[in-house]
């Protein structure tokens, strides 16, 4: 057992005893017969229980507790709550409960009782039958106080053994019996009222109406723990499709699953030491698994380049926060999973991506993975660098852990202090992304198709101008898969001419082919010349740079002046090299 936890239940154990005593010191003390009577019906009744989902039970014993409470005052009522506790225990099928759980229930039945005898007392009751109106309102109350009395000391026991948000689980666990107690404290005072007029004749006219109330609590429990077994299947199938998502990232990216993993569990190490929320936990479980499901968009020569990538690759790179949003937010997960997705790679000075979002106005649960990301990075062995030492990797983000643990503290505080929505549920500045859902799944599945015929086109092209006999043939093949993947009018193949030094036209496809056939460009002059010159692909539209670049021309300035062909809107221009050697441009 924890510290935290032994702690707890000597505590129990020593208010259960001061209950008892104190109960014997100051309340009246029963007559030992009538307390026969009602320790006997609690210790018969006891086995009567309707177990809790998670620890703890409702007794049927409880209206005895409270009939003795109401004609014999508060001691008799600690006293029989107390031993009706331990009998529920020994009376019990195996497996039997470990002493320890025995004597918790013990106390924690006699700590409730007591405060309820007070309240009761508090509130106006008097020992003796009900002959008062207002007697019936101090019996709720003390219904009541015992029910929070209880189920707070359980939830609590709970609570410090499995590591639970304490209200949450009370919740969760507890807050659904309290109209059980209310039947059962009314059903005693029933029986009390009954054992005046009929004498010990009323215990059993009471049987039928406690089986009643047995019953009902048993269904009821039932279902309870039918929902429950449902919500964790759920939580389970969410899981497993999570898990087959990421699987599918992983064959892409070849991320290690041990790395996801590990990551994983950092950050919900680190998300619990920070006190974050449960849903927050839960995002950042089901975030560690899915934060890069955005790759599916990323081509994969991109994803598994090992060299730097270039400035276009690069951006092609930093779609997928924004890809991944948009194919979680077709699933409704009740947690704010779509948060850690799109800011998983901003950065606290701002220099991050997609949304360049500063210091505290990225969500907390991205931070943390990012962190972890880092860290398990760092502490993992690769083809360029030794891994780190765990100390050495702690030493590099202690900066940002020390950062986060300061977020946090100030979320906590805030949100003890003030009621107003959760602020880190969307990052300042942005908003949710409300387009139509079928909109968003043609986007989704437009780029996630351009990724992969990008792909399949570049390895056709290889393929088959290895395979061509000549030139014109593979240019042609060239040009057809070009088509596929840009709507173009026309394509021109220049090859260098290294004696002239000029761009001239080899092959040319689409409209104009017989003017631009012949075509030269001077090397470093116009688009096409400085592209070559440069080594360095270009593109550009009419209203912007640089189609009319260098000298300000663009290719076929002259061509456009003679009206011998069509305005250009936009060209793209790409150097075709063998290393460093010029071959032409496309
Ligand atoms: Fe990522």
């Not at 009376?91 to 009782?113: C, G, M, Q, Y």
């Not at 009929?198 to 048993?218: D, N, Q, W």
Request: hydrophobic share 45%; aromatic share 8%.
């Amino acid at each position: 057992m924890k510290a935290i936890a032994r702690t707890y239940v000597l505590s129990a154990y020593a208010a259960g005893v001061l209950a008892l005593a104190g109960a014997w010191f100051f309340g009246s003390r029963p007559a030992a017969v009538p307390l026969l009577i009602a320790v006997g019906a609690a210790v018969l009744s006891s086995p009567f229980r309707i177990p809790l989902p998670v620890l703890g039970n409702v007794s049927i014993a409880f209206t005895f507790v409270f009939t003795s409470l109401i004609l014999l005052g508060t001691p008799a009522a600690v006293l029989t709550a107390a031993i009706s506790g331990v009998t529920a225990s020994l009376l019990r099928r195996r497996p039997r409960p470990p002493l320890h759980r025995i004597l918790f229930n013990a106390a924690e039945l006699s700590v409730s009782t007591a405060v309820a005898g007070s309240i009761f007392h508090l509130a106006g009751g008097t020992l003796g039958p009900l002959d008062r109106g207002g007697e019936w309102l101090a019996v709720v109350l003390a219904a009541a106080a015992f029910f929070v009395a209880n189920s707070c000391l359980v939830a609590g026991a709970v609570s410090v053994t499995d590591d639970l948000p304490f209200f949450q689980n009370w919740r969760t666990n507890f807050l659904w019996t309290g109209p059980a107690y209310l039947a059962g404290a009314f059903l005693g005072a029933g029986l009390s009222v009954g054992y005046q007029r009929f004498g010990t004749l009323a215990l059993g006219m009471s049987v039928p109406l406690l089986y009643i109330l047995y019953f009902s609590l048993k269904l009821y429990a039932e279902k309870v723990q039918q929902e429950r077994q449902h919500g964790e299947q759920m939580a389970d199938l969410y899981l497993s499709v999570i898990e087959a998502l990421a699987l599918a990232i992983d064959a892409k990216d070849r991320t290690t699953q041990r790395h996801i993993r590990r990551v994983q569990m950092y950050a919900v190490q680190l998300g619990k030491a920070l006190g974050i929320s449960v849903p927050e936990l839960e995002a950042l479980k089901a975030g560690s698994l899915l934060h890069d499901i955005g790759k599916l968009a990323v081509p994969e020569h991109i994803l598994c380049k090992p060299g730097p990538l270039t400035r276009e690759e690069t951006e092609k790179m930093r779609i997928h926060p924004r890809i991944g949003v948009e194919i979680l937010e077709t699933i409704n997960f009740p947690f704010p999973l779509t948060e850690v997705v799109r800011s998983h790679h901003e950065k606290w000075d701002g220099t991050g991506y997609p949304d360049r979002l500063k210091g505290e106005e990225i969500p907390i649960t991205a931070r943390i993975l990012a962190v972890v990301d880092c860290y398990d990075a760092l502490t993992s062995d690769r083809p360029y660098r030794k891994p780190l030492s765990p100390e050495e990797a702690l030493r590099y983000v202690q900066g940002e852990v020390d950062r986060l643990q300061a977020m946090a503290d100030g979320i906590n505080r805030s949100q003890e202090t003030s009621t107003a929505p959760d602020k880190r549920r969307l990052p300042k500045g942005l908003d949710p992304l409300t387009r139509d859902v079928n909109q968003m799944r043609t986007s989704i599945m437009e780029h996630i198709q351009s990724a992969q015929r990008e792909l399949f086109a570049l390895y056709e092209i290889a393929q088959s101008t290895a395979r061509s006999l000549n030139l014109d043939e593979a240019m042609g093949f060239i040009a057809g898969k070009i088509a596929h993947l840009l709507h173009y009018r026309c394509l021109v193949l220049y090859l260098h001419d290294g004696e002239r030094k000029v761009l001239a036209s080899r092959s040319v496809h689409g409209v104009h082919s017989q003017r631009l056939s012949g075509h030269t460009i001077p090397l470093g002059e116009k688009m096409s010349g400085w592209a070559a010159l440069h080594r360095m692909p270009m593109h550009g539209v009419a209203h912007r740079e640089p189609v009319r670049r260098e000298g300000g021309r663009s290719d076929l300035e002259e061509l456009m002046e003679e009206k011998a062909v069509e305005k250009l809107e936009s060209a793209i221009v790409a150097p075709l090299l063998d290393g460093d050697a010029l071959l032409g441009v496309l």
